[in-house]
Each structure stands twice: as C-alpha cells, then as structure tokens.
C-alpha cells in the first residue's frame, strides 16, 4: 500500500548524539537576584561551553538593590556536594565565591587540597561599598585556601586584607608578589573598583608580570563582575588553556559583560555574561541583513548617491565591540553601465572608515547597528533639508591633527545631539571627498533615508 504525502511516516526513534564538554566547578553562594554568585558563575561557565556544577555555601535573600538575609550552610552539607560533584564529573577546575565564615573557608581548602585540577579563589571579603564581608577569623582562614589556589584574583581592597596592608589600595606588583609568596601560584589584582579611564587589571606569575587594559564603561551595574571573571577562568582553565591565556580571554569577556548589562531589577543592574555568546549567534544573521540591504540598493538603481570612493553598507552584531564585528562589502558598491554592483561579497572586517564610525556611533547609541555612506551634493544638500528625520553636519577644518577622524567625528555630532542623527554631512577637506554617512538601528531605517536622497537626486536628474 501507498502512502499519500499526508501520512505520517513509519515511528522511528531518532539516534541520540551526545555532546562531551568539559566539567567546571563554582563553590560559591546562592544569589535569589541571580546577578552574581552562583547564578552568574553558572551562566559565565556555560557560555564559555562548559559544563557548569556548583556547591552552595550560603543562601542569600537579595535582589537588585541588596541582600536583606543570608544564611551559610552547614560544612557538612557543603563537603557532602563537593564530594557527590567530583565523584561522578571529571571535573577541569573550580572556583570559589561566598564562603562566609571561617569554618567554611577550612572546609573548602580541606575539600581542595588534594584534588587534581586547578583552583580559582575569588576572595569575596570586602563589598563594592567598602564594607567587610568576613570576620577577622574567616580572611585568616583564606591564607590556607590560597597554599591550594593556582589563581587568586583578589580586587585592591582585597589583596590589602589577604597580605596585611594598611593602606586599601596597595601596589597590585608589589600585593600579587605578597600573594605568590602566601602560597597561590598566580595572583590577578583586578582594577574594576579604581578610578580613571583604563581598567588594569594585573596578573604575577612566577615567569612574571602581565598588564591586561580594557576601558572603563561608566556604569554603575556591575554587580557579578568578580564572580563572573573568576569563573570565565576557571572555565577557561577547565578547556584546556594556560594561566595567562585564561585571564585574557576572561577579561575580554568580562569587558563586554560590563559594556552590555543586563537592565533587570530596580536597582543599578548586573553583568551580562551571555552578551558574547548571544552576539557570536547573531553573526549569520547580521550578514544576511548586510546582503539584504546591499541588494535593495542594487535594486533601486542608487548609483546617482555612490561617491567617488564607492560606496558601502556596514552591520555590526548587537554588542559588537571592534571593526571585526561588523559586517560590511569587501570593497565597495560601485557604479556599471546598468546601475550599481558590489565588488565582492560581505564578510565581517571588511570595512575601516564607515565601520569605525559605526563604532563610535554606538558609544553614544548601542541601538546603532546598521550604516552606509553616500555623495553629498547640491540634490544630497537638499534632500537633508527635507528629511524628516534628525541630521548632523561637521567641518574637518575644526579636527585636531592629532585626533582620528571617525572618533571625533562620531564624538562631535552624536555627543552634542539632543536627538540621534540619522544623516551626518561631512563637508570634507583638501583631499577627503564631501560625503554623507546614514546610520540606523535597523536596515529598514538606513534603506528609507537613502530612498529619499535617491528620490531628491533623480528629480534633480530629471530636471524636474
């Protein structure tokens, strides 16, 4: 007998395909609001495609705005889930937080002290406010735990508590050498809670010392920003890589995971320790978007708005952080003898000028994603003045020699404006052709302020 196409096929059982990822541990406390503890480490770790497994010391009642009870767990129960967790999982390495107490701190070490995989101690004891988290028993317990650690990332404050210094924000060379000397193989003193526009974060090894820089971002949402460092390394470590590559890699995420928090709550907010991964996962579909547009403008025939350098379509992904992340033509969409073609096809990377000014674009609207550039001419000139949406212009001749263009361009005209832009005039300078750059949160915006420039034009064309 036949079946038609509207019968269901034969029941078979599909084949199961099981996914080994490496195993990481958190021991750590229980945060109800989920911005930091162990929520944020088992999010950090699972975005860095690990296996997340945790051992809860504490149970806190807090939410955005602050912790109103916490209560630490018996050290029987917390060594009975350290033992269940390392029975069964291989696990490639583990991270404290929140230990609370002294006995606790005992317990853990205890826990650790013979396991053969790398340890990562983040030393909660000292709150964004300045106020001590442990007393004086619990931060002596800590010198015994750090004999155990491959890593301690202590913030300033804590590293001044962890080596006896008086003053609470020590030299991060001199606490770190301190550190190795108590004992952990590593120490990273994190530079989150100081002040300036550069974040250091120093790490001292035996082999020696290494800068890690990334800019500050004015925000004041950075709760889960140590627990979420210190379990992006020990997921790091868990897959494989060497002390000093795992912080790297962990303090780019965590410079992203701060740039893109997460607005929840009613307080400041938290980290976004998915911020990367979900903007790996949105690649694909910024560069359909960036192919999409270029083929509308194909379609519309804009070759009377393609300056003398060509022109170009940019997308950048939604927490897009540097050219790499934005999708643009590998060369330019030119002028034929039937309209306009681009030259190669999209690929992130591709483009510098109009990417770059994407880029500083967003530094005062993250929304920005999607960006093109046209001639500015007589037709472009009028088409601005009756474009019902904001515009900007700018002159080089008021540039500093020293400045990049696209910076202090982005800075001049985004970070006056009461209202964002959608269409900057650059009036050009000796050798720099006038031009008009489009940007937009979406394709659709950047497609309808260039149909009305192309419509100005070709009326213009036309004589009408």
């Avoid at 790490?203 to 800068?211: P, R």
Wanted: glycine residues 10%.
């Amino acid at each position: 007998m036949n079946h038609g196409i509207d019968d269901p096929p034969d029941s078979k059982p599909r084949r199961p395909a099981p996914v080994s990822l490496p195993t990481a541990l958190t021991i750590a406390g229980s945060d109800s609001g989920g911005g930091a503890g162990i929520q944020a480490d088992l999010r950090t770790m699972a975005a860095h495609d690990t296996f997340p497994t945790s051992v809860v010391t504490s149970v806190t009642a807090q939410h955005s705005r602050g912790v109103e009870r916490s209560t630490i767990l018996d050290r029987t129960d917390v060594r009975a889930q350290y033992e269940a967790v390392v029975e069964d999982f291989d696990v490639g390495a583990a991270k404290t937080g929140m230990l609370g107490t002294a006995d606790i701190v005992r317990t853990v070490r205890d826990c650790v002290a013979t396991a053969d995989f790398p340890v990562v101690v983040d030393p909660v004891m000292v709150a964004m406010s300045g106020d001590r988290l442990l007393d004086r028993a619990g931060e002596e317990a800590y010198e015994d735990l750090l004999s155990v650690a491959a890593l301690v990332t202590p913030n300033r404050q804590e590293a001044a508590v962890l080596v006896g210094e008086s003053d609470d924000d020590p030299a991060p060379r001199a606490a770190g050498a301190q550190l190795l000397e108590m004992g952990a193989d590593a120490a990273l003193v994190t530079g989150g809670h100081g002040d300036g526009a550069t974040v250091r974060d120093v790490l001292v090894t035996d082999d020696g010392v290494h800068a890690f820089e990334h800019p500050r971002v004015d925000t004041r949402a950075t709760h889960g920003t140590g627990c979420s460092l210190s379990a992006a390394v020990a997921a790091n470590l868990s897959r494989g890589l060497g002390t000093e590559a795992a912080v790297a890699a962990a303090t780019d995420f965590l410079s992203r995971a701060v740039r893109y928090p997460l607005d929840v709550g009613q307080g400041a907010g938290a980290v976004h320790p998915l911020a990367g991964h979900r903007n790996e996962a949105n690649e694909r579909k910024t560069v359909v978007a960036v192919r999409d547009l270029v083929n509308r403008f194909v379609e519309a025939d804009v070759s009377p708005l393609v300056p003398e350098v060509g022109m170009n379509v940019a997308g950048a992904t939604p927490y897009a952080e540097s050219v790499d992340e934005i999708a643009a033509v590998d060369g330019r969409l030119t002028r034929t003898m039937d309209g306009v073609e681009p030259t190669a096809s999209v690929r992130f990377g591709a483009s510098s000028h109009l990417a770059r000014f994407l880029l500083a674009a967003r530094e005062h609207d993250t929304d920005l994603r999607f960006a093109t550039n046209c001639r500015l001419s007589s037709a472009t000139h009028e088409g601005l003045e009756s474009l019902d949406a904001p515009i900007a212009r700018f002159d080089r001749t008021a540039e500093p020699t020293d400045a990049d263009t696209m910076d202090w361009a982005a800075d001049r005209v985004f970070g006056r404006a009461n209202e964002p832009p959608q269409a900057v005039a650059d009036e050009g300078a000796v050798g720099k052709e006038p031009m008009i750059r489009v940007v937009g949160a979406t394709p659709d915006e950047v497609a309808g302020v260039i149909g009305h420039l192309r419509g100005v034009a070709a009326r213009e064309d036309s004589g009408s």
